[in-house]
């Protein structure tokens, strides 16, 4: 199992290209790379740039393994800005795709509370529409496009309610990346959501991160209240084949600067730990 981690708070400070000696001597091995900063939504860099980067990313030792999309992809009662924020959406697919990523997180559309009477199934039938449009851009690009679980309000908000949408999707395109700490912000246990998912999540991806069940914290795991032996525990009974990914750059939000690769290497410290512990459940089933 692979070690990664998002670019926020890196890529700000040691910039694009830094980043990738930080991760490497850290203790990293991939990277998820950031297109919802705006320089990698939008038409900034050419495409040689991207393709140029992931090379220059695997001769460090560094994969691309996975991408996030610009969020969110809806708004209310506002056609003209939907339309723009979908073509970025396709914008950081292909880029995901030049630079070697072989998925891309893109968010649900999120611009009616489904928590409110009505909205959820309007969401879930808009989510459905929004998706099936990104599948010729997933085909041409050659990437998969991972659907998230949000927060309450979204039509991703349950285990329950992800495999059906994926489920009704049903097409090669698509896979699942499980956020481990909307999950418990949520009062979803991750271990249960992981086996809800089960087969949907083999292939899919992560967002790692811990939080106390009141906000999201996105920090470090054992520095909030998840149970990380039995997500692990859970990772290895589903038979799960993706990469550990951090999205946990709380932990080193208010670190100077010049702490930041300390963070880091710690964090890496802790990815591998449990990596470990994964390891251990996957020989002993």
């Known amino acids: 199992m692979l070690l990664s981690a998002n670019m926020i708070r890196v890529h700000d400070i040691f910039g694009v290209r830094g980043m990738l000696d930080v991760f490497a001597k850290a203790g990293f091995e991939g990277v998820d790379f950031n297109n919802d900063i705006p320089e990698f939504y939008t038409a900034e860099h050419d495409r040689a740039f991207y393709r140029e980067l992931g090379n220059c990313a695997r001769e460090k030792g560094i994969a691309i393994c996975q991408a996030h999309a610009v969020y969110p992809p809806s708004f209310l009662d506002d056609e003209e800005r939907t339309a723009r924020r979908f073509e970025e959406i396709v914008q950081g697919m292909q880029n995901a795709a030049d630079l070697g990523a ?37 085909k041409e690009f050659g990437i998969k496009i991972a ?23 049903n097409h090669p395109a698509f896979t699942i990346c499980l956020d481990v700490g909307h999950c418990f912000l949520h009062g979803v246990d991750p271990a249960t959501a992981i086996r809800t998912l089960g087969h949907r999540l083999v292939k899919g991806c992560l967002h790692i991160h811990d939080n106390m069940g009141a906000a999201d914290e996105h920090t470090l795991p054992y520095y909030g209240k998840i149970e990380w032996e039995s997500v692990m525990k859970a990772l290895a009974d589903i038979g799960y084949e993706g ?21 880091l290497a710690f964090m890496a410290r802790v990815g591998h730990y449990l990596i470990s512990r994964f390891e251990y459940y996957k020989k002993n089933q």
Do not use: W
């Open 147 to 169: 659907i998230e679980n949000l927060r309450r309000a979204a039509v991703t908000n349950m285990p329950d309610a992800l495999c059906r949408l994926y489920d009704e999707l």
């Open 243 to 263: 990469n550990f990914n951090y999205e946990a750059s709380g932990f080193i939000k208010d670190v100077p600067q010049e702490l930041r690769p300390d963070g």
């Open 102 to 138: 072989p998925m891309i997180v893109v968010h649900p559309c999120t611009h009616l509370d489904c928590t409110v009477d009505g909205n959820f199934e309007k969401m879930y039938q808009c989510n459905l529409s929004f998706y099936r449009r990104l599948i010729p851009y997933a």
